[in-house]
């Protein structure tokens, strides 16, 4: 099993940064790859990026690329998902989520965080 618990969400404005948390516990060493995802209200849950605990390699979703940065801190068990040139279409709940393989399928993941919301005004 592996606990994921999301920290950083907010209100923000449009052109703001942001910095999500996820801090992770349990066997963490049998799901390498962690990714974000994130879902709007009566949108379907759209992949955001993802990494590995070693590091990479990390891949993007066309809609974030360039703007967003996903990256680990082993030592403090943590994925970080930074949020620069928010736009209001940002606004969603984003989710961590662990897995054992590649994938911008959320059925391709184990484990979720419970969300933090995001929410970008114009």
């Known amino acids: 099993q592996v606990q994921l618990v999301e920290s950083g969400g907010g209100l923000v404005q449009a052109g703001d940064s942001l910095k999500l948390s996820c801090t992770a516990s349990?066997?963490?060493?049998?799901?390498?790859?962690m990714a974000w995802f994130r879902q709007a209200p009566g949108k379907e849950r759209e992949f955001v990026a993802r990494?590995?605990?070693?590091?990479?390699?990390?891949y993007y979703g066309d809609s974030v690329k360039g703007r967003f940065t996903i990256s680990v801190d082993n030592a403090k068990n943590t994925v970080y998902l930074l949020m620069n040139s928010l736009k209001p279409e940002d606004t969603a709940v984003y989710y961590c989520?662990?897995?054992?393989?590649?994938?911008?399928?959320?059925?391709?993941?184990?484990?979720w965080g419970q969300g933090t919301q995001v929410t970008v005004s114009s």
């Open positions: 989520t662990a897995g054992q393989y590649y994938s911008v399928n959320p059925d391709g993941y184990n484990y």
């Open positions: 349990g066997r963490t060493f049998s799901s390498p790859v």
């Open positions: 990494i590995t605990w070693s590091g990479g390699p990390t």
